[in-house]
């Protein structure tokens, strides 16, 4: 009880008290096995509407950032600087037609959206948000959320199978060929981290990077697999300039040619929940997640920071990321298909292998920031 | 021209030549070929270029006017005229085996007057569908709308190709070839389609992603612009031209204009010729910017969109304070220009020119060295300069192949003998050179304006013409550098106050034509960039 | 391809990527132009030259110059100006015709300028008065004389182009 007395004043904005509470009050009231599944339901229903919620800001701001990018003002007509946008968006979609397409095959072209956006709900829910914000800590959490989120190019390969369209099945062949490719990078220089952290678990690896972030405390192959990830993390996401799969200029819209209304809408807001997927995993991998900037013997600094609720420094981490990634995608044109698997096979994956010999060594030699200065950096 | 008549005088002996505005050669049928092979094949002078191809309704005959030029010398010039009196079956030679330019062209002229080509290997119609009753340019044409009702219903592109052989023997064979191999994979990007900039209809057979063919469909926005003249005055048919390029709206009214200004023998006020030059020069800039815009788009980068259509407005704010128009903007008018200059048009473009010269450095900046872009572009789209020539594709596309083909500096109009400005040439034929010329043509135009912009004379700005103006009889030649090329105006007067014929040579029909060719075994992204590289409107293509 | 020029390859394209960011960043922070219509309506600034609506001016007794002698309507290139004339009884007892009805047709006006070059006594011009948008095409028919107006008799100097809008804007 002193413990969390003391939690509650040196981090008044946590969310962890408010949980807390929550959670007595269910014991109290029901049974344990009941309150664990109310619980189990609350924390889904909550994730469910992070999500949508993110997603509709995320589409909101990439308007709003694109615009500025473009020399343009973006929406401007709902509500002040049109915030409301999104919203409205989200309602016509939810109330469009689902067109059915002739000679599509039903039952695929169906369950295609629900593939894409189950993966990236999955991987969205293991993600640390905040001290004590994270719905499950798995041991093997970057293991459990490289394999989750490789899940979804199945339903874009199913969507541009079934709608029976060429340009879709162009689209979704080429988001084969993109996402398996990409999915080993960004693999490999997630190994680099879990090399230098030794561990899978976030909550671990968060905890490592107190006192110096990871990005830091590898220097040279920390850096190097830092940006290989964001390169592949960003081709993952389907995202210019990788958005070979929906290429406006090409194939219209790719594999999501022929999908109308919500399962549009599926694949829209699963792919910018992906952005913010991978720029929430870059953070919590690379900058020290959701642990605030923390400078070791300045304690007061420290306190200051812890000021600031964990949840802020998550999402301002990941949102710095995101803001690097938009400005990325305005800025330069599409890759053509062989440039973009040459990128990766020729220039990517050797780098991201010698990368990791390095930094295996530099961990066994006891080269990282923390071992060398641990007066500064050790934990 | 001594040794062209001698060379046309071998080939043919009873050709009649005559010289009239250009040197004009009327042959036979059968010698047509012979003719045209022999100014093909002549060493010192080959005559490699057709630039247009004319179908012609005579009344009792129908014909063609097969307009040519060489390569390495714009300024010679050679009209051939052919003509049969075969109205029900007309047949003439076709001059596709020597230039590739002539199968698009020959396919039209089917299309728009029925006369088939011997030897064509595809004698499909172009511009119109396979279901048109009659032929509509033809003098006796039923105008009744019973005879091609609007249909709402699709009907299925047939991709067979009709031609008509000739044996060795001299028996004439028709056979019917198919355009796809049974087992293509046949995507169509258009007519609907974010990259075709227009209407435009490639169908395409791909291998994977490699493209194996490309059909070119055009006539979606068919307008029939070249016959609606026919029923109209000179000073109403020039509104029309704005319709055409519209990108380069004002260049090509200007060609009309002069072609109407020469046969009419009207002299232009020189402060009107500065006014149509500087203008031109703008127009060219703006239609240059929007080639840029396109390109980087089609190559997936948006926001070079819009920074091209950012610069754009500023010309286009200068025209519409000139003229009161953005994209149609009526500038030039038989005799002179409608619109005086307004007082802060110079103090406006010598703002724009030290700005624009400013953006050509960001956008090389932004684009140019890209090792995306690059990858985009570079040995992407190869198109040799003999290919440029006989497809002729003239323009910055022509000039990237090494083919000096600048109107402005072969037949000088306006003031382009009195400014000094560099034809901006590169031989590497690939998409980046193209855009590069681009690019650095419009820091030349941006030098040209620099040079008459503060010597304006005073004076007026139109020349008094007849209240009705009327065209002595015969045909008259015009050609315009317009932002994608040659521009060609041909009218055929008979001493009316309307034209007898109206054509307008497209350097966009060129450009798509030679699509098929230089986009063969690469890659679907890649024959998105090439088209964009091509910068073709689809107006243009169209008429 | 030795491996230095591998190297280098990729610190020239990373250079030159940057140097692409650098121009969108720099974009990014530059305030934008952007108009905002319709809420800038007051500051709107559309050429005088700008054609969009033909009118007649009218002076104010209500007249105009048009002598109803038909040249814009055999100007123009689409049939889009009809102009109806009448014949009235003149006080010497002369017919005379004048101006019934002068009409244009917005919907297929190509703006080409013709009518009012053309017309001998100046009665026409375009204004810049650009929001000529309406519900149905009937009311894209335009009828440019004012009702009960007339002819005006003086020949006098003929009205500046665009002078009934231009001064306010």
Same mark, same amino acid.
């Given at each position: 009880?002193? =413990? ?21 009050? =269910? ?292 949102? =710095? ?13 599409? =890759? ?44 | ?543 | ?53 033909l009118i007649m001016p009218h002076d104010?007794q209500n007249e105009h110059a048009c002598t109803a002698c038909g040249i814009c309507m055999i100007n123009c290139?689409?049939?889009t100006i009809r102009v109806i004339s009448a014949s009235i009884d003149t006080?010497?007892?002369?017919k005379k015709k004048i101006l019934d009805k002068h009409l244009w ?10 009518c009012v070059?053309s017309c001998p006594s100046d009665a026409i011009v ?15 028919v335009h009828q440019l004389n004012h009702t009960g107006s007339k002819l005006r008799e003086?020949k006098?100097?003929p009205l ?10």
């Amino acid at each position: 009880m002193q =413990l969390k007395t003391m939690l509650f004043y040196s981090h008044p904005l946590e969310l962890t008290r408010i949980l807390e509470a929550i959670d007595t009050f =269910l014991r109290i009231h029901l049974s344990p096995g009941l309150a664990t599944l109310a619980e189990g339901i609350l924390v889904g229903l909550l994730l469910l509407a992070t999500y949508a919620m993110i997603a509709l800001a995320l589409i909101y701001i990439e308007r709003k950032v694109a615009a500025s990018f473009q020399a343009r003002l973006g929406p401007n007509r709902l509500g002040k600087y049109g915030v409301f946008q999104s919203f409205a968006d989200m309602i016509k979609i939810l109330i469009k037609e689902i067109i059915q397409i002739k000679k599509a095959d039903k039952l695929l072209f169906y369950v295609a959206p629900f593939f894409v956006i189950v993966a990236s709900v999955l991987a969205f829910g293991a993600l640390p948000f905040g001290m004590n914000l994270q719905a499950i800590d798995f041991n093997i959490g970057v293991f459990y959320l490289l394999a989750v989120s490789s899940l979804g190019v199945i339903g874009i390969l199913l969507a541009g199978w079934s709608s029976n369209n060429k340009y879709s099945m162009i689209g979704a062949m080429r988001s084969g060929a993109q996402f398996i490719s990409y999915e080993l990078s960004a693999g490999f220089s997630l190994m680099t981290i879990v090399v230098l952290s030794g561990t899978m678990q976030f909550s671990e690896i968060i905890e490592g990077q107190r006192y110096c972030w990871n990005l830091f405390n590898g220097h040279l192959p920390a850096m190097i697999a830092f940006l290989i990830y964001l390169i592949s993390g960003h081709a993952e996401t389907n995202r210019g300039p990788f958005d070979l799969p929906e290429a406006e200029s090409e194939l219209t819209a790719g594999y999501h040619t022929e999908y109308s209304g919500l399962q549009f809408g599926f694949f829209y807001l699963s792919e910018y929940l992906n952005m913010f997927i991978v720029a929430a995993v870059a953070a919590t991998v690379f900058l020290g997640g959701w642990m605030p900037l923390q400078i070791k013997g300045w304690e007061a600094f420290n306190q200051a920071m812890w000021f600031i609720p964990s949840w802020v420094w998550f999402f301002g981490k990941a949102g =710095l990321l995101m803001f690097f990634s938009l400005w990325v995608r305005w800025s330069f044109p599409r =890759l053509r298909i062989d440039l973009l698997l040459n990128l990766e096979w020729k220039y990517l994956l050797p780098a991201n292998l010698v990368n990791l010999l390095v930094m295996v060594v530099v961990v066994l030699s006891g080269l990282t920031l923390t071992e060398l200065f641990p007066a500064l950096f050790g934990n | 021209m001594r040794d062209i008549t001698h060379i046309i005088r071998q080939a043919a002996e009873d050709a009649q030549i005559e010289e009239r505005q250009k040197l004009t050669v009327t042959v036979k049928p059968r010698q047509l070929h012979p003719v045209v092979e022999a100014l093909y094949r002549n060493k010192e002078l080959p005559f490699d270029y057709l630039v247009s191809l004319t179908g012609m309704d005579w009344g009792e005959t129908l014909g063609v006017i097969y307009q040519f030029s060489s390569s390495a010398d714009l300024t010679q010039e050679v009209v051939i005229m052919t003509a049969t009196a075969d109205r029900e079956d007309p047949l003439l030679y076709s001059i596709t085996d020597l230039y590739e330019t002539a199968h698009l062209n020959e396919r039209e002229v089917y299309a728009l007057f029925g006369i088939r080509f011997i030897n064509n290997p595809d004698m499909r119609r172009f511009l119109l569908n396979d279901q048109w009753k009659g032929f509509p340019f033809r003098k006796d044409y039923s105008h009744d709308t019973g005879l091609n009702p609007v249909t709402v219903i699709s009907s299925e592109i047939v991709d067979v190709a009709p031609c008509i052989r000739e044996t060795a023997d001299g028996k004439l064979i028709e056979e019917n070839n198919p355009v796809f191999d049974e087992e293509d994979y046949i995507v169509n990007i258009g007519p609907q389609h974010p990259s075709t900039h227009g209407v435009m209809h490639f169908r395409t057979s791909l291998d994977g992603e490699i493209v194996k063919k490309v059909d070119v469909h055009s006539g979606y926005i068919h307008r029939g612009i070249e016959k609606l003249c026919e029923s109209m005055t000179y000073p109403q048919m020039l509104h029309l031209t704005d319709r055409l390029d519209y990108l380069s709206a004002n260049i090509n009214r200007h060609a009309l204009c002069m072609c109407i200004e020469k046969a009419a023998e009207i002299e232009v006020p020189g402060r009107a010729q500065y006014i149509r030059t500087i203008m031109d020069e703008l127009q060219r800039i703006s239609s240059h910017l929007l080639a840029w815009a396109c390109q980087c788009n089609d190559l997936g980068a948006t926001t070079a969109f819009i920074y091209g259509m950012r610069e754009r407005e500023h010309v286009l704010d200068i025209f519409d304070k000139t003229c009161g128009g953005r994209l149609i903007v009526n500038q030039n008018v038989v005799g002179g220009i409608m619109f005086d200059i307004y007082p802060d048009f110079r103090k406006d473009v010598n703002v724009f020119i030290p700005y624009m010269r400013k953006r050509l450095k960001e956008y090389d900046d932004f684009f140019s060295h890209n090792p995306i872009a690059l990858g985009r572009m570079k040995h992407i789209g190869y198109l040799s300069r003999e290919d440029a020539i006989s497809y002729g594709v003239t323009g910055p596309a022509g000039r990237a192949s090494g083919w000096s083909c600048d109107v402005r500096k072969y037949k000088p109009y306006a003031l382009y003998d009195r400014v000094e400005f560099n034809e901006v040439m590169r031989t590497e034929g690939d998409s980046y050179a193209r855009y590069q010329n681009r690019l650095d043509e419009i820091a030349q135009s941006l030098h040209i304006i620099e040079q008459l912009i503060d010597n304006i004379p005073e004076g007026e700005v139109c020349a008094k013409t007849k209240p009705v103006i009327r065209l002595p009889q015969g045909q008259f030649f015009q050609s315009v550098e317009t932002g994608k090329g040659e521009f060609g105006v041909f009218v055929e007067s008979r001493g009316d106050k309307t034209p007898y014929r109206v054509k307008f040579r497209s350097p966009s029909l060129s450009a798509v034509s030679v699509m098929p060719l230089i986009c063969r075994d690469a890659f679907l992204s890649d024959l998105i960039g090439i088209a964009g590289s091509m910068d073709f409107v689809i107006p243009d293509i169209d008429r | 391809m030795n491996f230095s020029t591998y190297i280098r390859g990729i610190f020239k394209g990373l250079r030159s990527l940057a140097g692409g960011m650098s121009v969108t960043g720099k974009e990014f922070l530059t305030p934008k132009v952007t108009m905002e219509y319709p809420e800038n309506r007051k500051t709107l600034v559309i050429s005088d030259r700008w054609r969009s609506e033909l009118i007649m001016p009218h002076d104010e007794q209500n007249e105009h110059a048009c002598t109803a002698c038909g040249i814009c309507m055999i100007n123009c290139p689409n049939g889009t100006i009809r102009v109806i004339s009448a014949s009235i009884d003149t006080e010497e007892g002369k017919k005379k015709k004048i101006l019934d009805k002068h009409l244009w047709d917005y919907g297929s006006c190509t703006f080409c300028n013709l009518c009012v070059i053309s017309c001998p006594s100046d009665a026409i011009v375009f204004n810049n008065d650009f929001e000529g948008a309406v519900f149905n095409r009937s009311k894209l028919v335009h009828q440019l004389n004012h009702t009960g107006s007339k002819l005006r008799e003086k020949k006098r100097e003929p009205l500046p182009a665009n002078s009934e809008k231009t001064t306010d804007k």
